[in-house]
């Protein structure tokens, strides 16, 4: 039977490390575990929240419910074809972990992502990205189970309706799959995307060839420089996504604001960096008691100590009216608020 901890912490169990309590928490290893930990039924009587590594979520209170803790390893190569290779990867297996196999098995796809926190589970929820890649690019398949009647199901990229940090996973009504693995397709040809940030500069001060694992290794230094490692400073990588605004509006709004960065992304839309608002805006290294915007990263929200989650929202909600008073624009959190 499965272990259910009552009144279970979870300080260590969230990048911001806020401190709350859950009232039931369970870990799966297995798909056997997780339809063992179903049997019991308690996610019928009270709300659950499936749990990676709580890299993209703020726990505003103590959790009412249930937390179910993803832990199934596994990588598992199931196809290898001329060009590429079909990985079949546990959802619990870290996303660091993945890319550092996939760029020493000499492939590529996922080598722009190194470094980003959490699981290869919640992968597919929120569509990660960073440096020009994203996991839809690679993700064949994402297999489920249904928590309503512990049947699996199999999405296909097309069904998972991948956007811009978002998928169906992000849906509330979708919210009853849990993610159990995730195919992923990756390349024996090396892409070498090294357009993004500062990859090339970084290739050349390594004196490293374009290749999966010297990007991956350029990414890391980068990355190492650019931002907060949680362990040492709370915090959930970027709290805001990028608003998408009409292009018309863009252009207006560039004419006040000559320096404001934003990048096309149809004909009639412009992705606009929210960073930048909000540094613009004058919030850049605000702090008000343990809850802050970073001194060097104005999107990545942080915590000095003891913030609560309820300090973090309430800075949050500051900086969202500030930035629809400066510019007319509304900016959304990335992150899971609970
Ligand atoms: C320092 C830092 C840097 C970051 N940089 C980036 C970046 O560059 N790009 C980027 O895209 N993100 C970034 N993030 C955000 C975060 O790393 C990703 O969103 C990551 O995928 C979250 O994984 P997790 O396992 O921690 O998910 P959690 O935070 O535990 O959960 C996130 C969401 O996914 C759901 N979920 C998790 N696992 C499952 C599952 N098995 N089945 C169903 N639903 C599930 C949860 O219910 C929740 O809604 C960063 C975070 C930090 C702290």
New binding site residues.
């Given amino acids: 039977m499965s272990n259910i901890l009552n009144n279970y912490c979870l300080k260590n169990h969230n990048?911001f490390g806020i401190n709350v309590k859950a009232k039931y928490f369970s870990t799966f290893n297995s798909m056997l575990e997780l339809k063992d930990i179903l049997k019991i039924n308690l996610h019928k009587k009270e709300k659950f929240?499936?749990?990676?590594?709580?890299?993209?979520?703020l726990l505003t209170k103590d959790f009412d419910g249930f937390i179910l803790h993803?832990k199934i390893e596994g990588i598992c190569i199931i196809e290898d074809n001329e060009n590429d290779i079909i990985v079949e990867v546990g959802?619990g297996v870290v996303?660091h972990d993945f890319v550092m196999w996939s760029v020493n098995q000499e492939l590529s796809g996922i080598e722009n992502l190194a470094l980003?926190?959490?699981?290869v589970?919640?992968?597919p929820?929120?569509n990660?990205?960073?440096y020009g890649m994203e996991a839809k690019d690679s993700i064949t398949k994402v297999h489920t189970l249904e928590i309503k009647n512990k049947e699996v199901k199999i999405f296909s990229n097309k069904e998972c309706e991948f956007s811009y940090?978002n998928s169906i996973?992000k849906k509330e009504e979708e919210?009853k799959?849990?993610?159990?693995k995730v195919e992923f397709k990756l390349s024996k040809e090396h892409f070498n995307r090294t357009e993004y940030g500062a990859i090339e500069e970084e290739l050349k001060k390594l004196k490293l060839k374009a290749k999966p694992a010297s990007i991956a290794k350029a990414v890391i230094k980068i990355r190492n420089r650019k931002?907060?490692d949680?362990k040492v400073l709370g915090?959930?990588?970027?709290f805001f996504k990028n608003p998408v605004i009409k292009t018309s509006e863009f252009n207006v709004l560039k004419k006040e604001f000559p320096e404001m960065i934003g990048y096309t992304i149809s004909n009639s839309q412009t992705k606009v960096a929210a960073g930048w608002l909000i540094d613009n805006a004058g919030l850049k290294g605000y702090r008000k008691a343990d809850a802050g915007v970073h001194r060097n990263q104005a999107l990545v929200l942080v915590n000095y100590g003891n913030a609560s989650g309820t300090e973090i929202i309430n800075l949050a909600k500051k900086i969202q009216q500030k930035i629809k008073a400066q510019y007319g624009i509304i900016i959304e959190p990335e992150v899971?608020i609970l």
Avoid: D, E, H, Y
């Fill in positions: 990048t929240f499936i749990l990676g590594s709580g890299s993209n979520i993803n959802s996303w980003i926190p959490g699981t589970g919640a992968s929820v929120q990660i990205g960073a940090r996973f919210k799959f849990i993610i159990t931002l907060p949680p915090n959930s990588g970027s899971s």
